[in-house]
């Protein structure tokens, strides 16, 4: 007899389901899809506990991929949909697989909304900067002047930052991870789906066929640890190969530095907060990258506690239901104005 | 000298109370009529609101007004008003040619000033000279003076004393239909259980108006109006909204599935998200969401978690929920969407009425995209067919569309505290119900050709719902052509199958009636009315009136098949005609058309014109 108290034991396998994996080869699709595989076994989900919403593009196929409950939805109401299933059922695990288009374009009122009223849902952005499934057109993430199918000439419109959407929104939870960073990919996924609110994790996705190496800068094994720097609550903000290297407070701005050099030494490197209500640093990190002489910030940027609209809305139910014990709906019109013949 | 008041009995009458915003109308209104329905009179009402938010006191635009319809044979809120009472110039002006000749007119002296009036545009200072007003019996009452010297002992503000003015109104009201007090009484102290002062005040203004009545005016008859006999039990006043509210509040309860409710603020559809915010003691989760299509699709993420799902909405709203409308469809998950129909296309006329949604409902989405369409008839009817609508989504895995309209909505009437032990038991279509083998998330049953409900979070049975096309025998994704034909055939089928559980078709009147009326939804108080009228002039005609549009039931092909002379009458240019011949294209069925899209109910006297035209061809 197994005592009730041990946990199950659950491996990757347990979250695949039948279907053959149909995403082009070396989609960075794939290694998410393993990532969150890996994480939910890390959690020891119950499957049955787990609902995998999606919205419409190449990443929306991931619940047809999940042995859990899944719901493969229209294109940008995910979120939507997603927070119905919570409110519903808070006792479930509920994650979105959504991407730059889907949830930013189409699906950006949800998504903000989502993040602004803190349902705990765990929302997985994989931005690969371009459209997909219809083969190749410029997504709210692509940078100014991308050419593509539906740009010929280059687009004249600045994109998206998620990190700053988020935060406009006052999200709670936000982290970045890159999709063939395995470790890193779960550890962000098991962050999220332990965050009690609106977990955003940003995957920069490589989309091979259409967008291929948008993300090389920041995630070439070679460079990727002078490029980036993988932010630990609570750890000294420190990157490079030999993590000899430092982001500081430079007046307003954030600067890199060289522990040792010009003066620097490891006191002058920021400490990381994740924690802090005040999300000003949060954005400036978020808003590092290697074209501005920065590492891209990745790891949990953000991460604060406040109520999840789920559970508040449950508290409110049981809070009034403590108050008035009517529970059927004949004895409560009979309380109101009622006459009788 | 009371006795020589002459009193005439009436079957019906109608009543309309009408002043500025803030004079209290909709209060006087309110107990006046749930004081008729109890002294036993059958009742219909109506508000009607300013557009404006705030419109300037004493203006044309602020008036409100409450129209009471009360009698024996009570099909609707009346139309042409035997009594007005008018609190101002303007209340005066905005309702003078919905008066019937010889109705009477009380209104306040005191606030038809050479101001009032000009408020009111009123051009010189003779109103009712200027209105062209003739036939009418005015009865002048300063009733603003006679409020306050009623409460010159009263130790409370001007400004609470102004106020009790509509009971002086709602008194000579009373006194005018020969009603007792007591039950305004004990109404007026549960109203103002808290402030026992200002309870004083209005039981001693509305006295001060009854006996102003009785003792200074013999000029004009009072009424007694026809009661009827009506089922026992307890009743209270409801409007067509809260109806549907508590229709799914009911549902929820006899299935045993809490309920959902997904929505955003729309006039006239939102005073049901207002009244399920309200019923958490009941542990209804009604939420207001970022738009249309959040409001619908945190319904659908709320059926697939096992939850009966709703969302409430009007004309436009529905329009941005068709795609979401046609997930359900392909998902196949229950959701019932609720249509408050409004004047459009576009934004329309927001506060009016129409028929105008039926085509919509029935096929405003992409694809072969069938739903159940449910129409309510009356406003105490929306809760019957809100509960419809949940039995049959929850039952046949399926989204429900149930179309009311803004006048049934709005309107009132009695209603009886339905017991649920009466209505039909609600089965949702679970997988516990499933006792085969190889079970997947499209395993459909063959009976009723509904899949299997299983709610996210049950053990054992984890599977994939979505838009795209699946296999109809492993519920994976498929682009199969054969498949796709049977797939489609599968939610048509599942669809007609609902035919099997709803009730026959009700047929108003003789079989044997040489004109046969047909109706849906919200026009039925009117169509019922002129109907009955034709009958009692002596001219045949029946009414076939659907609260089951998608699918009819299944005797409408057997009743039509009687008929010589049809006329399909509705609020738009035809479209339940168009279903109608679409479905019933066999010889000797011919449907003729009465359409009229005013924004307004229909008249009953324009519908007996049209109906004796056709009654008396040849």
Redesign the interface.
Known sequence: MVSADIKPIFTPKDYKSDQAVRWCPGCGDHALLNSLHKAMSELGLESHNVAVISGIGCSSRLPYYMNTYGFHTIHGRGAAVATGVKVANPNLSVWLATGDGDCLAIGGNHFIHAVRRNVDINIMLLNNKIYGLTKGQYSPTSSRGFVSKSSPYGTVEDPFIPAELAFGARGTFFARCIDVDLPNSVKMLVAAEKHRGTSVVEIFQNCVIFNDQIHKTISERLTREETTIQLVHGEKMLFGKNKDKGIIVDGWNLKAIVVGEDGYTIEDVLTHDAKTLDNTLHQKLALMNPENGLPMALGVIRAVEAPTYDRSIEDQVKAIQEKRPIRKLRDLLLTGEVWEM | MTDQTIVKDVENVVVLFSGDSGDGMQLSGTIFS?LS??S?NQISTFPDFPAEIRAPQGSLSGVSGFKLHLGSRIYNSGEQADVLVAMNPAALKVNVDKLKSGSIIIYDIDSFSEKDLEKAKFKTQEPFAELGVKGLQLVPVAITTLTKDSLADFEIDAKSKAKCKNMFALGLICWLFNRPLD?VNH?LE?KFKKKPQIAQANLKVLSDGYNYGQNTDTSVSTYRVETVS????????VSGNRATA?GL??AS?KSGR?L?L?SYPITPATDILQELVK?????V?A?Q???E??GI???????????L?ATSTSGPGLALKS??I??AVM?ELPLVVIDVQRGGPSTGLPTKTEQTDLNQALYGRNGESPVAVVAATTPTNCFDSAYWASKIAMEYVTPVILLTDGYIANGSSAW?????AEYPDIVPHDVSLFDGENWNGYTRDEGNLARYWA??????????????EKDYVTG??SNGAANHQKMIDARQGKIDKIADSIPLQELFGDEEAELLIIGWGGTYGHLQEAVDKMNRQGKKTALMHFQFINPVPRNTGEILKKFKKIIVAEQNNGQFAAFLRRKFDFDGVDFSQYNKIEGQPFSVIDLMNSFTKKWEEK
């Open positions: 749930n329905a109890v036993g039950f109404m549960q009506c089922e026992k039990g307890y009743y209270t006043d508590y509040v009911a309860e809490p959902f997904g019923l958490k003691e009941l542990g989760k939420v969401m970022e738009d299509i959040a699709s945190t319904a659908i993420g709320a059926a697939f978690a096992g939850n799902a795609e979401a046609g997930l998902a009886k505290i339905p017991d649920l709610s996210a979070g049950t053990p054992g049975f984890t599977h994939r719902l979505g838009g795209l994976a994704i």
